[in-house]
């Protein structure tokens, strides 16, 4: 199709008031919807309502923290979501029936972070390995890439070549530092560690 430099841009029939409103109509909403229906399919399955299995893995993972499901005995939904996790991750589906079974009836609890403050209390992975192992995974679940990239990013500018036989542990520390911005530091605690590491002629 060829544009004209005019008022409004044309197309099968529909008018645009300029080349801008085109191509936000023809190719920036065609790629969120794009965008949008591949999640879908990825997550939700197909249009004929059959889930996808990442969809089902994710939706498993609740009934394991909902309390009244194991104080009793556990219902069908229960059962079937420990079989899908289990069939996936290569856990004992027996063993981490009767985990959930003890956890939920010794400690109530209401929502995921109040499961991890009891089990991080209680070394939660001595007594309950793989349901912290459960716990893990859906709590990493939502995470972004955007960290690693981030990483990568930092990586770039710190190693260049005035620091070409930086090693690892040097690196990792400068990382450390550049990613996390937001972390408050006490320089008075770093100058007392920096202290404490070897005898100094100087005063610090």
Request: with cysteine.
């Amino acid at each position: 199709m060829r544009l004209q430099h005019g008022p409004t841009v044309s197309q099968v029939g529909a008018q645009f008031e300029s080349v801008e409103a085109y191509f936000r109509s023809t190719v920036y909403y065609s790629f969120l919807d794009s965008m949008t229906e591949e999640l879908k399919r990825r997550f939700k399955g197909n249009k004929h309502g059959s889930g996808s299995p990442t969809d089902k893995i994710i939706q498993s993972f609740h009934p394991l923290t909902v309390h009244a499901k194991w104080v009793s005995n556990p219902d069908a939904e229960a059962k079937e979501a420990v079989h899908i996790l289990c069939d996936f991750y290569g856990e004992d589906e027996d063993q981490l029936q009767a985990e959930l079974k003890v956890f939920h009836s010794s400690f109530p609890s209401e929502n995921l972070k109040e499961i991890f403050a009891i089990l991080r209390e209680n070394r939660g992975q001595l007594i309950f390995p793989a349901f912290v192992k459960m716990i893990q995974i859906y709590a990493t679940l939502p995470v972004t890439t955007a960290s690693v990239e981030r990483t990568f990013s930092k990586r770039k500018i710190i190693k260049n070549q005035l620091r070409s036989l930086c090693g690892q542990e040097r690196l990792s520390d400068l990382l450390l530092i550049a990613i996390e911005t937001d972390i408050q530091i006490k320089h008075s605690e770093v100058i007392r560690i920096f202290k404490d590491m070897a005898p100094r002629r100087m005063l610090l």
